[in-house]
């Protein structure tokens, strides 16, 4: 099985194996960081029936820009960071994160 996208702590783990084997060295936090982003985009995708927002990390918040570029919404963690929200409950996190992407997206 191959993990593209990982949503518990099993397919991170599973997910730097893959890489390994590829020749990417991750660390398990770099691998939820791209997870976290990745799941956000795919919820925002989602909402706006195509790819019209990009989110992208700045430090600990996703920052969502429009495709003019200009910030439109920002998503903090609930917790101290998204590694350790993720860490605690992956699933909670995502219902989170299609909240968020909801309300980044202005509902469009």
Same mark, same amino acid.
């Given at each position: 099985? $191959?993990?593209?996208?990982?949503?518990?702590? !099993?397919? @991170?783990q599973l997910r730097q194996l893959?890489? #390994?084997?590829?020749? +990417?060295? #991750?660390? &398990? !936090?770099?691998? /939820? =960081?791209?997870?976290?982003?990745? /799941?956000?985009?795919?919820?925002?995708?989602?909402?706006? !029936?195509?790819?019209?927002d990009t989110a992208n990390?700045? =430090? +600990?918040?996703? @920052?969502?820009?429009?495709?003019?570029?200009?910030?439109?919404?920002?998503?903090?963690?609930?917790?101290?960071? $998204? =590694?350790? !929200? $993720?860490?605690?409950?992956? &699933?909670?996190?995502?219902?989170?994160?299609?909240? +968020?992407?909801?309300?980044?997206?202005?509902?469009?």
């Open positions: 099985m $191959f993990i593209q996208i990982p949503t518990d702590m !099993d397919e @991170v893959q890489l #390994k084997q590829h020749g +990417e060295d #991750k660390t &398990e !936090d770099e691998v /939820i =960081n791209q997870a976290v982003l990745d /799941i956000f985009q795919g919820f925002l995708d989602q909402i706006e !029936d195509g790819h019209y990390w700045q =430090n +600990e918040t996703l @920052v969502v820009t429009d495709i003019d570029g200009d910030q439109t919404a920002t998503v903090t963690p609930q917790g101290a960071t $998204f =590694n350790a !929200d $993720f860490r605690e409950s992956a &699933e909670k996190l995502m219902l989170y994160l299609e909240q +968020e992407a909801v309300r980044a997206s202005g509902a469009r």
